[in-house]
């Protein structure tokens, strides 16, 4: 069965350094999303991505953050200047279509830890 | 903003009996929910959904129920497995893709 993966599983970084988190979707998906859960909080939304551009995005989501799909197959979440705040597991997504919610397949999320 | 609740952090059932987890919001325009399982070291995972124009959906051990006037949902699972151990998390949507996640419920079934 496809699978979302998701590298690596855990990153540990100081803050202020930029960081990376790398996302494989399932091939023939066209959105991709990305979800962070801080320890012991729910799941919160962070972006949507469909045809090379940003389609949604949260609150959170402020000018640090940045998503790329440089090469057809990753999808990159970017941290720019780490905070201790975005120490959380970061889970990607996709999906055939973007209203069929139901059909997002998670991966098994990077733990990202600032120190 | 808390728009979807979750307020049992655990929950703990024997295996055969109904495990019972319950899910509350407060944005009315929130027309899709959905319930996800969440293994240790895994991402979640789709267990089923409901939209607001039916109040109940049931899959095989699995029934989630939708009470619009209360906005409360809640999923049946009967009869419950060692298996069906994990944290699930309530989600509801609305016009958008985004998604608002509960903060989970851990449930551990006991053989």
């Known amino acids: 069965e496809p699978e979302v993966t998701q590298t690596p599983s855990h990153q540990v970084t100081q803050m202020g350094q930029e960081v990376i988190l790398r996302c494989v979707p399932i091939?023939?998906?066209?959105?991709f999303y990305w979800y962070r859960q801080i320890l012991g909080q729910k799941v919160e939304f962070l972006v949507s991505?469909?045809?090379?551009?940003?389609?949604?995005k949260s609150e959170i989501f402020d000018d640090q953050f940045s998503v790329e799909r440089p090469d057809g197959s990753n999808f990159t979440l970017k941290i720019r200047s780490t905070k201790l705040e975005d120490s959380a597991m970061y889970f990607c997504?996709?999906?055939?279509?973007?209203?069929?919610?139901?059909?997002?397949?998670f991966g098994p999320g990077t733990r990202l830890t600032v120190t | 903003d808390q728009q979807v609740k979750q307020n049992s952090p655990s929950l703990s059932v024997q295996e055969g009996r109904i495990s019972i987890l319950n899910c509350d919001y407060t944005?009315?325009?929130?027309?899709?929910f959905l319930w996800y399982k969440k293994y240790p070291a895994e991402g979640p995972t789709f267990l089923i959904s409901?939209?607001?124009?039916?109040d109940k959906n049931e899959d095989g051990r699995f029934t989630v129920f939708l009470n619009k006037s209360a906005k409360h949902l809640s999923l049946h699972i009967v009869p419950s497995q060692p298996g069906d151990s994990a944290v699930y998390f309530c989600?509801?949507?609305?016009?958008?893709?985004?998604?608002?996640f509960g903060t989970g419920t851990s449930l551990t079934v006991i053989p």
């Open positions: 997504a996709s999906s055939e279509d973007s209203r069929e919610l139901d059909e997002q397949y």
């Open positions: 989600a509801a949507s609305g016009t958008g893709n985004q998604f608002y």
């Open positions: 091939s023939n998906h066209l959105y």
């Open positions: 991505f469909y045809n090379n551009e940003i389609s949604e």
């Open positions: 944005n009315s325009m929130f027309d899709y």
């Open positions: 409901i939209s607001s124009i039916k």
